[in-house]
């Protein structure tokens, strides 16, 4: 339990970064690459252990300053996209609102930038229920809808459904598979808190578009999405016995041979 020195400290700290930002703000040269601090200063404050409103409000204040981000560029003149951006911090943390308030500073929807584990601003964009006009913006401009990571995938994880509307119309793939063979469908069926809404979407565009949606795709472990469903929703009904949880020897024979034994 944090005691009240700590809360001081930590008080404190978050003090020392606006009154930082403020001076930047008063004689700031963004030509100069050593000034440069409040890209350092915006992630900082999204990955710290403040309250959600004190982020906010500080990006918010950034923001009002009119601080625009501007990528680097090489020697002949193309952006440096291999970054990692308070976008990408907040993604991770699933901050969608803060997303949107970020994209206001880092405002170039022409620039993708990448992350260490190959997430862009794009994907960030896709998942973030607050961030469908921004992910729209990326599209216009050229923004592969079957891109890898697929996009669509991270949209039915998030449950965006805005955002699987509209890549499903700008033509992203429900068949695409990620890195570990998991198509859309694998997604929709392996999470149980997933709507039912991603399912009628997703059949509802194929159908009418005349694309069969693959039932039977493989992940790399060789399960179906049935199979997903089937792991979910059989157990969460019937194995209510702590003995029978902790060993689910029924799922674990569908899993091996393909094969339902219920």
């Not at 994907?123 to 913006?137: G, N, P, T, Y």
């Not at 994880?157 to 805005?162: F, K």
């Not at 809404?197 to 005349?210: C, H, Y």
């Amino acid at each position: 339990m944090a005691t009240s020195n700590d809360k001081s400290i930590e008080s404190l700290d978050n003090q020392q970064k606006l009154e930082s930002l403020k001076r930047l703000r008063e004689n700031v040269n963004w030509e100069i690459e050593d000034e440069r601090q409040i890209d350092w200063l915006l992630s900082e404050a999204v990955r710290s252990k403040y309250k959600y409103e004190d982020k906010t409000e500080f990006v918010e204040f950034v923001v009002r300053t009119g601080y625009k981000d501007e990528p680097e560029v090489d020697k002949d003149g193309q952006p440096l996209l291999n970054r990692t951006t308070p976008i990408h911090i907040a993604g991770r943390h699933k901050y969608c609102f803060l997303v949107q308030k970020l994209f206001e500073i880092y405002h170039r929807f022409d620039v993708n930038y990448t992350d260490e584990l190959g997430m862009t601003h794009f994907h960030v964009a896709c998942q973030s229920r607050h961030c469908l006009l921004e992910m729209i913006k990326f599209l216009d401009l050229g923004q592969d809808p079957n891109c890898h990571p697929p996009p669509l995938r991270l949209a039915i994880a998030r449950g965006h459904d805005s955002a699987i509307r509209h890549l499903l119309q700008r033509g992203a793939d429900p068949n695409l598979a990620d890195a570990k063979g998991l198509t859309a469908l694998h997604i929709i069926c392996k999470d149980y808190t997933s709507e039912i809404t991603s399912a009628n979407i997703l059949f509802r565009f194929s159908g009418e578009k005349n694309q069969l949606i693959n039932v039977n795709a493989l992940d790399k472990f060789g399960r179906t999405p049935l199979h997903y469903a089937l792991m979910i929703e059989w157990p969460k009904k019937n194995l209510s016995k702590r003995y029978w949880i902790e060993t689910p020897t029924r799922i674990w024979l569908i899993s091996m041979d393909s094969h339902l034994c219920i």
